[in-house]
């Protein structure tokens, strides 16, 4: 436990005749955001069956999101719940969690290190913008739905893995602009990546794409000014039969694709 030394103001205490001495009338103990202590802020579900993580109060730096709250489990870090949080470093979230909504960590620029639950469901927009200090991130095999832009600007992302069996069959816009991984392995199972999806990350030199994929959007490959491989797990016909934009060649500049034996 924590002890602390009060000073109480004489104008605070009034004489108690009935014991001859000191009694105290009245305090109020205000807290900075550096000593304030640190709790989530709950609303329980529209069925009310569980509960959100809607915010939090206090200086939030290590944290952990319990399972269950009042009997119930915890399903959701909500809508801007840690916007912004720049003192949150590390946050476990328990498997439980399967939405992770629009802006909920975007701009936690300290935040160094997530691993995502395993029954996550999806992801909203803007989720993990702007953490700039995440090294990598896994996307576990029950993922259903990214948003857009839910991984951009996170300039210290080198590592990115989908889980094997993954269900999400659609990339988002601008999923993974200005990241600086070199490698990536889209997939089997996906069917088509995002406008604009990988945009400035001048690191990347290596991509893999699964025999599953019909369509290359719109600028998936621009502004990729280290990319040397494309792997492509089918045939060179199966390739050809795949959708590309306008401008793929001219994107994909000098690197090589190469296609299963």
């Given amino acids: 436990p924590a002890f602390f030394n009060i000073s109480v103001p004489q104008n605070m205490m009034a004489m108690d005749p009935m014991n001859d001495g000191l009694y105290l009338i009245s305090m109020v103990i205000e807290y900075t955001n550096e000593t304030a202590p640190a709790y989530p802020v709950y609303a329980l579900s529209e069925d009310k069956t569980s509960y959100i993580v809607t915010t939090f109060s206090g200086l939030i730096v290590d944290f952990v999101i319990p399972e269950y709250y009042n009997g119930l489990p915890v399903t959701e870090i909500g809508e801007k719940a840690f916007k912004e949080c720049t003192s949150l470093r590390s946050i476990v979230l328990p498997d439980t969690i399967t939405k992770i909504a629009n802006q909920a960590f975007l701009n ?7 691993d995502l639950p395993a029954n996550l469901v999806s992801i909203g927009e803007y989720a993990f913008f702007g953490c ?3 090294t990598y991130l896994h ?5 259903e739905s990214i948003g857009d832009w839910a991984c951009s600007y996170m300039t210290s992302m080198t590592d990115i893995t989908f889980a094997e069996g993954i269900k999400v069959t659609v990339l988002p816009a601008f999923l993974f602009t200005y990241t600086v991984f070199t490698t990536i392995r889209l997939p ?6 995002g406008f604009d ?5 001048l690191a990347l030199t290596t991509v893999y794409l699964p025999v599953s994929l019909t369509t290359i959007a719109d600028s998936t490959f621009c502004w990729l000014d280290n990319l040397s491989d494309i792997y492509y797990a089918g045939t060179e016909a199966q390739w050809n ?3 590309k934009y306008d401008d793929f060649i001219n994107d994909i500049g000098d690197a090589v694709i190469h296609f299963a034996a």
């Fill in 139 to 143: 996307l576990p095999a029950s993922l």
């Fill in 197 to 201: 999806m990988f945009q400035t990350n």
């Fill in 108 to 114: 936690c620029s300290s935040l160094t290190g997530l």
């Fill in 188 to 193: 089997e199972g996906l069917l088509e990546t």
């Fill in 241 to 243: 039969a795949v959708t």
């Fill in 132 to 134: 700039s200090s995440i």
